[in-house]
């Protein structure tokens, strides 16, 4: 019995003299967030490296006698000759339901001041994407809650949708839209006790923007209770151009935590411009070639990477997805530049705001012309697609024919009867912002502009119109709506009843 | 920029002709210093300072420095020495420094690999 003592203890003294080995380098040089060390013949590609004050860095290159570290927080203290080492591990943040609710930074860091979050599984910020096995088509639908957008260019879960646009056109509205409507979606599945039920949870990832607007963004959150369901990772303009540069791979990994669990999340990239423009600050400082617009080469599979995680997973891999909306400033309203043909190459399909369009006051400012969705008319809800089918194409006419009206006067009657109709359904698509739609009042709305309810209405009060449906849809013909709901088809027999609804709403309306 | 380039370009080929068997060879290295004062090249003090570099780089790697809390015994010493040439070969230069602040233990580093078993480290990594 003793010896077996004896040989424990001499395991524990082992234990305890067992000294630490680590990789380690000599700062050279820092400066601009980037610290050159000597060194670290050890050390992997986007390994974290620790500085002295326990700041951490990223090594992105590695040549032949020396690292290039990105640095990560406050880096102010770190001197040429400290010391570095590797830690042997990937860059990686808490993910989890933990973070609902939480705004966070691009390490995964509470920056609300609401506490620290209490989540002990963590993923690396860097992942390889889903693979093809692994998916499955993209078949349910993400409800914007914006007509114009569930109506004409509808999205699926796991599918890519970018928002692009000039600035002040409207693209964060419309991605904080989705996230509102979401959560309304949430609340109402989770009050009808419905098992089958799945919640989409939001997660937006603000990219060096201004303090200020993120801060309102989490405001109108906040003031539509929408953040309980909702992640905010945010690298603002003031945080150094790493953490712009990974804040959307942590929302990325922080959104796979939900598609890998059997979960559904949306991911709101805004915006990947910015992102880009720290991806390149970066490269020129650790010295990478420059090539179109300054760009690093790789500035294509930067993009392409991070927005390939987005995927709805088969039923073996959980059934989980991720969709993501990413947004991308155009200038001067040029889609050609490299990051947007890039990111629209990605992407399935586009949602082009229009500045012209935004201040003819018709907002959203979607243009139907150049806004497409690859994958998502697949997961439109059938009602939808019923009511809504011919009016991405009535619409197109409209804009065609509402130039070539403006050269003469003299129009045949059918003419005529398609450029009143176009002026309605624009004036149709006009929504309030923070007000999305369900689903069942689009197609009510939708199907009283199809069959033709909305014609002998003047234009100019088309909005009071829908609005005094609205309510009384859902104030007297709530079970209709329920039905609408449930049924997902408008068929023949409730076709005839939302026809006698709307007959009564017109006899009423004035 | 361009003349940079091309100085890092020549000291890393002269670097490379200094090694016999995979080893920097100091009589190679002061033969190519020789040459090289003696031609005067053009962007001769870039090649200089990149080979000095080079070359301070290389002995690094080859060199150990064993720091210890209080003076070690020479067999202790011996030992050490020993263990660490069977395990990294026998090109290697040594250091010896005291330093107190590592409270007790050693810490040895080959190149840029460090084996720390201070309690200094030790205390380091208890949690807060």
Same mark, same amino acid.
């Given at each position: 019995?003793?010896?077996?003592?004896?040989?424990?203890?001499?395991?524990?003294?082992?234990?305890?003299?067992?000294?630490?080995?680590?990789?380690?380098?000599?700062?050279?040089?820092?400066?601009?967030?980037?610290?050159?060390?000597?060194?670290?013949?050890?050390?992997?590609?986007?390994?974290?490296?620790?500085?002295?004050?326990?700041?951490?860095?990223?090594?992105?290159?590695?040549?032949?006698?020396?690292?290039?570290?990105?640095?990560?927080?406050?880096?102010?203290?770190?001197?040429?000759?400290?010391?570095?080492?590797?830690?042997?591990?990937?860059?990686?943040?808490?993910?989890?339901?933990?973070?609902?609710?939480?705004?966070?930074?691009?390490?995964?860091?509470?920056?609300?001041?609401?506490?620290?979050?209490?989540?002990?599984?963590?993923?690396?910020?860097?992942?390889?994407?889903?693979?093809?096995?692994?998916?499955?088509?993209?078949?349910?639908?993400?409800?914007?809650?914006?007509?114009?957008?569930?109506?004409?260019?509808?999205?699926?879960?796991?599918?890519?949708?970018?928002?692009?646009?000039?600035?002040?056109?409207?693209?964060?509205?419309?991605?904080?839209?989705?996230?509102?409507?979401?959560?309304?979606?949430?609340?109402?599945?989770?009050?009808?006790?419905?098992?089958?039920?799945?919640?989409?949870?939001?997660?937006?990832?603000?990219?060096?923007?201004?303090?200020?607007?993120?801060?309102?963004?989490?405001?109108?959150?906040?003031?539509?209770?929408?953040?309980?369901?909702?992640?905010?990772?945010?690298?603002?303009?003031?945080?150094?151009?790493?953490?712009?540069?990974?804040?959307?791979?942590?929302?990325?990994?922080?959104?796979?935590?939900?598609?890998?669990?059997?979960?559904?999340?949306?991911?709101?990239?805004?915006?990947?411009?910015?992102?880009?423009?720290?991806?390149?600050?970066?490269?020129?400082?650790?010295?990478?070639?420059?090539?179109?617009?300054?760009?690093?080469?790789?500035?294509?599979?930067?993009?392409?990477?991070?927005?390939?995680?987005?995927?709805?997973?088969?039923?073996?891999?959980?059934?989980?997805?991720?969709?993501?909306?990413?947004?991308?400033?155009?200038?001067?309203?040029?889609?050609?530049?490299?990051?947007?043909?890039?990111?629209?190459?990605?992407?399935?399909?586009?949602?082009?705001?229009?500045?012209?369009?935004?201040?003819?006051?018709?907002?959203?400012?979607?243009?139907?012309?150049?806004?497409?969705?690859?994958?998502?008319?697949?997961?439109?809800?059938?009602?939808?697609?019923?009511?809504?089918?011919?009016?991405?194409?009535?619409?197109?006419?409209?804009?065609?024919?509402?130039?070539?009206?403006?050269?003469?006067?003299?129009?045949?009657?059918?003419?005529?009867?398609?450029?009143?109709?176009?002026?309605?359904?624009?004036?149709?698509?006009?929504?309030?912002?923070?007000?999305?739609?369900?689903?069942?009042?689009?197609?009510?709305?939708?199907?009283?502009?199809?069959?033709?309810?909305?014609?002998?209405?003047?234009?100019?009060?088309?909005?009071?119109?829908?609005?005094?449906?609205?309510?009384?849809?859902?104030?007297?013909?709530?079970?209709?709506?329920?039905?609408?709901?449930?049924?997902?088809?408008?068929?023949?027999?409730?076709?005839?009843?939302?026809?006698?609804?709307?007959?009564?709403?017109?006899?009423?309306?004035? | 920029?361009?003349?940079?380039?091309?100085?890092?370009? @020549? *000291?890393? =080929? !002269?670097?490379?002709?200094?090694?016999? /068997?995979?080893?920097? &060879?100091?009589? %190679?290295?002061?033969?190519?210093?020789?040459?090289?004062?003696?031609?005067?090249?053009?962007?001769?003090?870039?090649?200089?300072?990149?080979?000095?570099?080079?070359?301070?780089?290389?002995?690094?790697?080859?060199?150990?420095?064993?720091? @210890? *809390?209080? =003076? !070690?015994?020479?067999?202790?010493?011996? /030992?050490?020495?020993? &263990?660490?040439? %069977?395990?990294?070969?026998?090109?290697?230069?040594?250091?010896?420094?005291?330093?107190?602040?590592?409270?007790?233990?050693?810490?040895?580093?080959?190149?840029?690999?460090?084996?720390?078993?201070?309690?200094?480290?030790?205390?380091?990594?208890?949690?807060?």
């Amino acid at each position: 019995m003793s010896t077996l003592v004896e040989e424990i203890n001499a395991q524990i003294k082992g234990l305890q003299s067992s000294a630490a080995h680590t990789n380690t380098g000599t700062v050279r040089e820092v400066g601009d967030g980037i610290a050159r060390v000597e060194g670290l013949s050890n050390v992997m590609l986007n390994e974290m490296v620790e500085f002295p004050g326990g700041v951490f860095g990223l090594a992105l290159n590695l040549e032949e006698n020396e690292v290039g570290v990105v640095l990560l927080g406050a880096y102010g203290d770190i001197k040429e000759g400290d010391e570095a080492k590797t830690t042997g591990k990937l860059l990686s943040l808490p993910v989890g339901k933990a973070l609902l609710g939480r705004v966070v930074n691009t390490l995964g860091h509470p920056i609300d001041g609401k506490g620290p979050i209490d989540s002990s599984t963590y993923y690396p910020l860097e992942k390889i994407a889903p693979g093809i096995i692994k998916r499955r088509p993209v078949t349910q639908p993400v409800q914007t809650g914006i007509m114009a957008i569930d109506a004409m260019i509808p999205i699926g879960r796991g599918q890519r949708e970018l928002i692009i646009g000039d600035r002040a056109t409207g693209k964060t509205t419309v991605a904080i839209d989705s996230i509102i409507s979401q959560a309304k979606l949430n609340r109402q599945g989770e009050a009808s006790g419905d098992s089958d039920f799945r919640p989409l949870y939001s997660i937006y990832v603000a990219i060096g923007q201004k303090n200020a607007n993120v801060a309102r963004v989490i405001s109108t959150l906040e003031k539509e209770g929408a953040m309980p369901y909702t992640i905010v990772v945010s690298a603002s303009a003031s945080d150094d151009a790493a953490s712009q540069y990974l804040a959307p791979f942590a929302g990325a990994a922080i959104g796979e935590w939900f598609m890998d669990n059997g979960m559904d999340a949306l991911i709101v990239f805004d915006d990947l411009s910015k992102q880009a423009v720290a991806y390149r600050q970066i490269s020129l400082l650790l010295k990478r070639p420059s090539g179109r617009e300054a760009y690093p080469g790789d500035v294509f599979y930067l993009h392409s990477r991070l927005l390939e995680r987005s995927a709805r997973l088969s039923e073996e891999a959980g059934g989980g997805s991720l969709t993501a909306l990413p947004i991308i400033e155009t200038q001067s309203g040029d889609v050609s530049a490299y990051i947007p043909t890039n990111v629209i190459s990605i992407t399935d399909g586009q949602i082009y705001l229009e500045g012209d369009l935004f201040y003819q006051g018709i907002r959203p400012a979607i243009n139907v012309g150049l806004s497409v969705s690859r994958v998502g008319s697949a997961a439109q809800v059938k009602a939808m697609k019923q009511v809504a089918g011919k009016i991405k194409g009535e619409l197109a006419q409209f804009r065609e024919m509402a130039a070539f009206a403006q050269f003469g006067s003299d129009l045949d009657d059918k003419t005529k009867g398609l450029l009143e109709r176009g002026q309605r359904i624009v004036e149709l698509f006009k929504q309030q912002q923070y007000q999305p739609y369900s689903v069942d009042m689009m197609v009510v709305m939708l199907y009283a502009m199809q069959q033709g309810y909305m014609d002998k209405i003047k234009v100019e009060k088309i909005k009071d119109f829908q609005s005094k449906m609205q309510e009384f849809f859902e104030t007297r013909k709530a079970e209709l709506l329920d039905k609408v709901r449930i049924k997902k088809a408008v068929k023949e027999e409730l076709g005839i009843e939302l026809k006698t609804a709307l007959d009564e709403f017109t006899q009423f309306y004035k | 920029m361009n003349s940079n380039r091309e100085a890092k370009k @020549s *000291a890393r =080929s !002269l670097f490379r002709a200094c090694f016999t /068997d995979g080893v920097l &060879d100091p009589g %190679r290295v002061r033969a190519v210093i020789g040459a090289l004062a003696e031609r005067r090249p053009r962007g001769c003090l870039a090649i200089f300072q990149q080979l000095s570099r080079l070359v301070r780089l290389e002995l690094a790697r080859r060199h150990v420095v064993i720091e @210890s *809390a209080t =003076s !070690l015994g020479e067999s202790d010493l011996g /030992d050490l020495r020993a &263990d660490i040439i %069977r395990a990294h070969g026998n090109d290697l230069t040594f250091d010896v420094v005291i330093q107190p602040d590592l409270i007790g233990g050693l810490r040895v580093r080959v190149g840029s690999d460090v084996w720390d078993g201070s309690v200094r480290a030790r205390i380091e990594k208890l949690p807060v």
